[in-house]
């Protein structure tokens, strides 16, 4: 396999040394040209041969890196230098040349034509809806059953997928005796060895607790000893985004509770380490920690409420998110230049890179089964998702999308760069409306049917803020970031499943406005 | 040569669009294998 991929790059390489011994030829006058062309073709050949040797190796997330880092680069500064020579033909005398022989431009032209703009009719066109055929009949009733198959899949989901924590706890803890002494929250008591249930001797517990996370419930299992100290945190069901959840489990996160007393205030920050990049994860382990503790000391150890009550969670950083959102309804700064760019850093830095809480459909898809955080603890989640959805259904416009959201910031910066407006063909985007729906439907019955919002949540932002992904995630990134270098607004446009569940979500509005209005 | 300078960026955005595509139900069904 790795000699297939050697052969294949090094005639890869071969092609390029022609392709550039052929330009040298005739273009030999252009200094600045050369390097940078040079540079940036040995960039892309090197992320080929650095992706292809991590995707064998079983390292996704090296393949992309490697692609993003290089590759990318190689494709910018190639693109800089063809622009360059477009832009000033004479003076490079590339297009001079080729007008001159004959009349007739040569192939070399001709390629470099692949970075011409698009003529603005085609421009103004891309912009227009993307479905212009009237539906047939058969494709009118397609959204009804649509929705019909999601509130089937959301029923379904919500009564079927009730994990067994009793049977979990129970299978860990084989050979031992386990009395079932409550109900809500689940509470063992577990005898102490070698003696029966219901002695008198004051045994251990196991608390089962769940505490609210970004994606839905942390539930955690809390053995609690005699001597009213934690002897064992089991990590049972989390609905979160999987690259979280190991980053949780890798930093040992649940080891740090080992020996506290059940009176401890278990207060992140104070004394309990957060885990770098997994703040919300972390935050919800430890809130049902908390919880399982504070149970057991008043009802089982009858000791003292002595804790600290949990602090709001307010600070700069939710400072920063509502003064974001605030601006979100002035068209002064989310629309008009030069405050539109400096919006746009904003987001770009404080929403995604600093905070990593861009939308996704999973916290939409969360919010519709009730996995709600808590106020005091997740305000950022409050403002973001809950604000959003609020501000569609009651002033009826959507102030994430092109404005808060910081993936559209990278995408836009990306092709201006470029200042590229390429497209795909009309056969393409006839089908692009109903395709990005269907990956929305997709999205949403696999979250339903699961009750896992992290499980159809396809979006890359997670990857682009905090490097966190898993599996073919890692080959998304890179596709998305090249896609909106030369395509504009090519993932709010074709795929982005949070934005078009927003959109849904208007229509839905304007609809019921409407029918109620008529009814009148 | 302008068509072909068009048709050559529309190539490059088809393969783009596709590949990402692929991507997006890729991971989709490594979801599904995963969860169900």
Request: proline content about 4%; glycine content about 8%; aromatic content about 12%.
């Amino acid at each position: 396999m790795m000699d297939l991929c050697w052969t294949i790059l090094g005639g890869l390489t071969g092609i390029i040394a022609i392709f550039l011994w052929k330009l040298s030829k005739k273009y030999q006058k252009d200094l600045l040209f050369w390097p940078g062309l040079i540079h940036g073709l040995v960039l892309m050949l090197f992320s080929i041969a650095w992706a292809t040797g991590a995707v064998l190796e079983g390292v996704p997330r090296s393949a992309s890196m490697g692609l993003l880092l290089f590759g990318f680069s190689g494709i910018i500064i190639t693109t800089i230098c063809f622009k360059n020579i477009l832009s000033n033909p004479i003076e490079n005398g590339l297009l001079k040349d080729c007008v001159l022989k004959d009349g007739v431009q040569n192939k070399e032209t001709k390629k470099t034509q692949i970075f011409e703009r698009l003529p603005e009719t085609e421009i103004n066109a891309s912009k227009k809806p993307i479905l212009d055929k009237k539906p047939s009949l058969l494709f009118k009733f397609v959204p009804y059953i649509a929705y019909a198959s999601l509130l089937g899949a959301y029923i379904l989901g919500m009564t079927q997928n009730i994990a067994d924590y009793e049977s979990m706890v129970m299978e860990k803890y084989k050979g031992r005796v386990l009395t079932k002494i409550k109900d809500d929250p689940i509470v063992f008591e577990l005898a102490p060895n070698g003696s029966e249930a219901n002695s008198s001797e004051i045994g251990e517990y196991i608390v089962i607790s769940k505490g609210q996370g970004y994606g839905g419930p942390f539930v955690i299992g809390v053995h609690i000893g005699e001597d009213a100290k934690i002897r064992r945190v089991m990590l049972l069901d989390n609905r979160e985004t999987p690259a979280f959840v190991k980053k949780v489990e890798n930093a040992k996160f649940p080891e740090q509770f080992m020996g506290k007393n059940v009176v401890d205030d278990f207060i992140p920050g104070e004394d309990i380490d957060i885990v770098s990049g997994a703040t919300i994860s972390t935050r919800a382990a430890t809130q049902a920690i908390r919880e399982a503790a504070h149970i057991s000391a008043t009802n089982y150890f009858k000791l003292k409420q002595s804790w600290k009550k949990e602090p709001w969670v307010f600070g700069l950083e939710e400072i920063l998110v509502l003064v974001l959102f605030g601006l979100a309804f002035v068209k002064q700064v989310y629309a008009k230049k030069p405050w539109k760019y400096v919006y746009m850093a904003a987001t770009i830095g404080i929403v995604g890179f600093y905070l990593n809480s861009a939308i996704s459909i999973g916290s939409l898809a969360g919010l519709a089964m009730g996995f709600i955080p808590d106020f005091k603890t997740h305000m950022i989640w409050w403002v973001l998702v809950v604000g959003t959805v609020l501000t569609i259904f009651i002033k009826g416009s959507n102030v994430y999308c092109y404005r808060i959201c910081p993936f559209y910031g990278i995408g836009f910066v990306l092709n201006k760069i470029s200042g590229q407006k390429f497209s795909p063909s009309k056969g393409v985007l006839n089908y692009a409306k109903p395709v990005s729906n269907f990956l929305l439907w997709l999205a949403l019955m696999i979250i339903f049917l699961s009750s896992h919002p992290a499980a159809g949540a396809f979006e890359p932002f997670a990857m682009v803020f905090s490097l966190n992904g898993d599996g073919v995630h890692w080959f998304l990134l890179p596709l998305v970031l090249v896609g909106s270098f030369f395509i504009s607004l090519f993932w709010c446009r074709f795929f982005c499943p949070c934005g078009h569940g927003l959109s849904t979500l208007l229509k839905f509005r304007k609809k019921t406005i409407t029918l109620i209005q008529r009814n009148k | 040569m302008e068509n072909q300078g068009n048709s050559l960026n529309k190539i490059v955005s088809n393969i783009l669009y596709g590949v990402s595509l692929l991507c997006i139900l890729g991971f989709l069904v490594q979801s599904v294998i995963s969860f169900f």
